[in-house]
């Protein structure tokens, strides 16, 4: 079994293919761990402050903050966003951002259904739709699960 190399020497790695080190630290975060794929997210464009303004942005329902990404990029990000934030409704660490990065909001049964919603996204990513169309209402989408909050029920 081949494992991902320890967070010291990946960040070493990633350093050393000309990333600085705060750089390096927040897109291995972002990759998961993956020197590759964090090389692959800086030069794609994305920087360590617009990764963790990320959340906050889709919060806010920002598509500007996603105007230049593919599709794909979308929805692997908001997976990601998604992921974290029903890993600490149900109290786990995050694994792509930082908690304090993270919004307050978001309910675990919103979460669940918006999972879901971009599972079925990711198989039509990079299908040739209007990518305005589809970056608006990915981002639509993402403010609204962000914004959810559990549902009160009282009896009587």
């Known amino acids: 079994t081949m494992a991902w190399p320890d967070a010291q020497s990946a960040g070493a790695w990633v350093e050393a293919q000309g990333l600085v080190r705060d750089q390096a630290i927040v897109l291995l975060r972002a990759s998961g761990g993956r020197p590759d794929d964090a090389l692959a997210l ?33 929805v692997d990000a908001l997976q990601k966003l998604c992921h ?18 993270l919004p307050s909001g978001g309910s675990l049964p919103a979460l669940t259904a918006w999972s879901k919603a971009l599972a ?18 990915l981002v639509s989408q993402a403010q609204s699960a962000l914004n959810s909050r559990p549902q009160v029920t009282f009896s009587v």
């Open 42 to 74: 800086a030069q794609a464009g994305h920087s360590a402050k617009s990764w963790r303004q990320f959340p906050t942005a889709m919060a806010r329902g920002d598509v500007a903050a996603v105007r230049d990404w593919s599709g794909a990029q979308i």
């Open 120 to 137: 079925r996204a990711m198989r039509t990513a990079e299908h040739p739709f209007n990518p305005g169309l589809m970056q608006e209402a």
């Open 84 to 101: 974290d934030l029903a890993a600490l409704q149900s109290g786990a660490s995050p694994r792509f951002f930082e908690p304090s990065d």
